[in-house]
């Protein structure tokens, strides 16, 4: 009776999965880790700072959270690289299908949703705290989640002075080097067929515009999969870019929460 082809594809994803284990214990963690409830609102608090009381505690561990998996997964990827590097195509194949392709295509699409999300983050809080400036003439016209976008925030965030620096930080995150290096990989995994990991081919043929005729033509040989090594380092830059965007993100809030600071104080004073 022949060898169980199951149980022998079992064995060789637990032992691809040891040998990664064992690099990954060994490799430092580079980067650091976001930190976790740092809010300094006043307490008690009026109510009608319900909303941006409860969506900083949400939006800030979530950002952390977020920030957090990209320093992980950079650390797994550089991880994942020293497992394949000796390995044959086989055995490339299986960690690829078993392990790699869901950490890396998460990892590479993580900046764009982090950028993502400290825009949908600031255009809310901004829009909350701008009651403190002026609660007579504050309107709830913040347009709704689906139509929140990095430019949105302009309107609710230019009143503020340290929001400048936050846009420029997070327009950073995923910008065009970031891009180009990648292939475009969020576009074309999404819409097309894009690039592999590690193994495999893309792009076989290729159609284009001739730039000096005009003319269709066709292109044949095919894209390299990426390498692990390489798409780990880009996403380190990327990682202290979010860093970066992270920090930008606690200052302007520290803005938020002094003004609203001032606004209770003076509601308090005008009560007594």
Known sequence: ????????????????????????????VAGKFMPYRWRNLPNPLGAIWMAYSQMLDEFSSELANIVNDLTNHVHRLQAWARVVANLSDDEKMEATHEFIDVLATNAVNLPYVIRSRFAFASAHLCHQANMAKNLTDWKDDLPLDGEIWLNTTDQYGRGWRRYTRFKRRVEAIGASQYKESTLDF??????????????GMTDLVSRHVNETTGQICYGFGGRDPFDLDKIADLLATERERCYSAFEAFQILVREHESAITAFEEAEKAARS
């Open 186 to 199: 969020r576009n074309a995994y999404n819409h097309r067929f894009s690039p592999k990991f590690v193994i």
């Open 1 to 28: 009776m022949g060898a169980d082809p199951t149980a022998e594809q079992s064995r060789l994803a637990l032992g691809l999965y040891a040998a990664y284990r064992e690099i990954r214990d060994g490799l430092p």
